[in-house]
């Protein structure tokens, strides 16, 4: 059935993954990750997010019925050798109090940027608008911050993202706005 998994290390583990459910499938980077490394997942699904993330997990599956045997979805970690957690600055100081003890990735709130180099098609320029405004302040992988190249208006963005929308007015503001020698807002 193609090619093998991953050897199992002897040194696998049994991983415990909080995932989070501000955007959707935000977690299934988390359980790639695990399942690919040839760990075993224990996923506590976030509420907002348990549809999807149980979907995509049955279509990967059907892909690869070997990942059956390593996928669990739990409601407690007690069971779990080591830990990966996102959440906000207030609740990864739980995360630690919890699992400080264990090996452990605890990410808490960043977010992301965009590089526009002025060679991006409409379409791409108007699906990173999307993202932005559909994603602000939604968790680490949200675009908050944008390196457009010198010369560059806010106007020119705008009219690509259909300004004049509930959308835009009420979210434009929220754009950090940046300058370097080679880009500015």
């Keep these: 059935m193609g090619r093998p998994l991953p050897p199992r290390a002897y040194y696998a583990r049994q991983i415990g993954v909080v995932m989070a459910g501000n955007i959707p ?6 359980l790639l990750c695990v399942l690919l490394s040839g760990h075993t997942l224990l996923a506590k699904l976030s509420k907002d997010d348990t549809f999807l993330m149980r979907w ?3 279509e990967l599956l059907r892909l690869e019925p070997r990942f059956a045997e390593h ?4 409601e407690r970690l007690n069971a779990a050798d080591a830990f990966i957690a996102t959440g906000s600055d207030n609740t990864s ?9 264990k090996p452990n990735i605890i990410r808490r709130n960043r977010t992301s ?16 608008g999307a993202d932005i405004f559909r994603y602000y302040g939604l968790g680490c992988r949200n675009v908050s911050k944008l ?6 208006t806010s106007r020119s963005c705008s009219t690509r993202w259909r300004p004049g929308t509930t959308f835009w007015t009420t979210t434009a503001t929220r754009i950090t706005t940046i300058t370097t ?3 500015c807002w």
């Design 147 to 152: 390196y457009v190249p010198e010369g560059t």
């Design 113 to 128: 940027l965009a590089i526009i180099t002025g060679r991006e098609s409409e379409h791409d320029l108007g699906l990173l």
């Design 25 to 30: 499938l935000v977690g299934f980077h988390d």
């Design 181 to 183: 020698r080679a880009f």
């Design 93 to 101: 100081r739980y995360f630690e109090y919890y699992f400080g003890k």
């Design 71 to 74: 996928l669990q979805f739990v």
């Design 56 to 58: 995509i997990s049955s």
